[in-house]
């Protein structure tokens, strides 16, 4: 996965067959481009070059659990999850700290990993057949703060 063509990948998506990775890949690999992202807008950043490489790095877990049907094929996309709160804590980080210009790139980031963490939430719960506790949640809350600040430093919204 880590060398494929994207194209190539989003063809094996694509077909039908089963089984094939699916959601929590997905979500891994988009969480990998928001921790790039990041990095991008930060100028270079060590944490989020490694959140990059380990959700990449999940991705290919998952992918693996899901096609030779791994007995805990839960695990990668909760690692998932987990990762994400990472990304976002990185974005908050970042918010202070980044050029003006880049805030739209930290919003861009926290956005994608708040929808890794509910797509991974979903991957969890059909594996486990049980809800995932409340992470995902305060992802999103987490993610949402992130685009709103954004937002009222851009003048899109009043300050609150």
Not at 29 to 44: F, T
Request: without cysteine; aromatic residues 0%; charged residues 25%.
């Amino acid at each position: 996965m880590r060398d494929q063509i994207v194209s190539d990948f989003l063809n094996t998506l694509a077909r039908p067959a089963i089984p094939a990775p699916a959601g929590a890949t997905v979500a891994a690999l988009a969480l990998a481009q928001a921790a790039a992202l990041l990095s991008r807008a930060a100028g270079g950043d060590a944490e989020a070059d490694h959140l990059t490489r380990h959700a990449l790095r999940l991705a290919e877990i998952d992918a693996h659990a899901v096609t030779h049907d791994v007995p805990d094929r839960a695990q990668p996309a909760a690692d998932v999850v987990a990762a994400a709160a990472e990304v976002v804590r990185v974005a908050e980080r970042l918010l202070s700290i980044v050029d003006p210009a880049a805030l739209p790139d930290v919003s861009a980031a926290a956005e994608m990993a708040r929808s890794s963490a509910t797509t991974a939430r979903v991957a969890v719960e059909a594996r486990h057949g049980v809800p995932l506790a409340a992470e995902p949640d305060e992802v999103a809350e987490r993610a949402a703060r992130v685009t709103e600040a954004v937002r009222v430093r851009e003048g899109l919204l009043e300050g609150i």
